[in-house]
Nanobody
Framework: QVQLVESGGGLVQPGGSLRLSCEAS????????MGWYRQAPGKQREFVAR???????NYADSVKGRFTISRDNAKNTVYLQMNSLKPEDTTVYYC?????????WGQGTQVTVSS
């Protein structure tokens, strides 16, 4: 339905910043919302942030005030600006797209916060 490609992960020091990108293609007209999740090894995937087609956003308590989700409709891309990163933010981040009859996921991008 929708293909998603994440980018922007990498290694950053504690307190640093990264911006993740998620470019969508395919049936983008049917997307109701896009979001970011993260999953550490052996743990369940957890919600990070979401933005609806109407522009509403919501965040996990653990990232409020530090992360910002935004979108560029012209580029079919959603961003996750991550500031004041902590070692506990280290994990793989996944983008998803939700439509009336589907939930599609990207392949994930690794974020490592370490000195």
């Amino acid at each position: 339905q929708v293909q998603l490609v994440e980018s922007g992960g990498g290694l950053v020091q504690p307190g640093g910043s990264l911006r993740l990108s998620c470019e969508a293609s395919g049936s983008i007209f049917s997307i109701n919302a896009m979001g970011w999740y993260r999953q550490a090894p052996g743990k369940q995937r957890e919600f990070v942030a979401r933005i609806t087609s109407g522009g509403r956003t919501n965040y996990a308590d653990s990232v409020k005030g530090r992360f910002t989700i935004s979108r560029d409709n012209a580029k079919n891309t959603v961003y996750l600006q991550m500031n004041s990163l902590k070692p506990e933010d280290t994990t793989v981040y996944y983008c998803n797209a939700v439509g009336p009859s589907f939930v599609d996921w990207g392949q994930g991008t690794q974020v490592t916060v370490s000195s």
